[in-house]
């Protein structure tokens, strides 16, 4: 059985920064891809940010200049430093991992953490 636990979510003021993190647990065997999605009422969830192994990222063009993603392969952690937020930043925010368990590939999700940027 494999968990991810997030944690950082919160209420800002605009122009505020927040720091989400992301741990992955249990039967893992190997961690490809990281990242986050978010999904903001009535919209579909978009991805925001995602990073490799090897360290590579991608980013939505929504967020880059402001967000920073970084991962603790130690750990099976990842990281999504937000600075300059603004209110269309609200959403709740879900942790991804594209891993392997004992069985073969797959993708889990985080429970979703709410992120509430206030003008």
């Known amino acids: 059985q494999v968990q991810l636990v997030e944690s950082g979510g919160g209420l800002v003021q605009a122009g505020g920064s927040l720091r989400l993190s992301c741990a992955a647990s249990?039967?893992?065997?190997?961690?490809?891809?990281m990242g986050w999605h978010r999904q903001a009422p009535g919209k579909q969830r978009e991805l925001v940010a995602a990073i490799t192994s090897g360290g590579s990222t991608n980013y939505a063009d929504s967020v880059k200049g402001r967000f920073t993603i970084s991962r603790d392969n130690a750990k099976n952690t990842v990281y999504l430093q937000m600075n300059s937020l603004n209110p269309e930043d609200t959403a709740v925010y879900y942790c991804f991992a594209n891993l392997r368990d004992y069985s073969d590939y797959h993708k889990y999700w985080g429970q979703g953490t709410q992120v509430t940027v206030s003008s």
């Open positions: 249990g039967s893992i065997l190997s961690i490809n891809v």
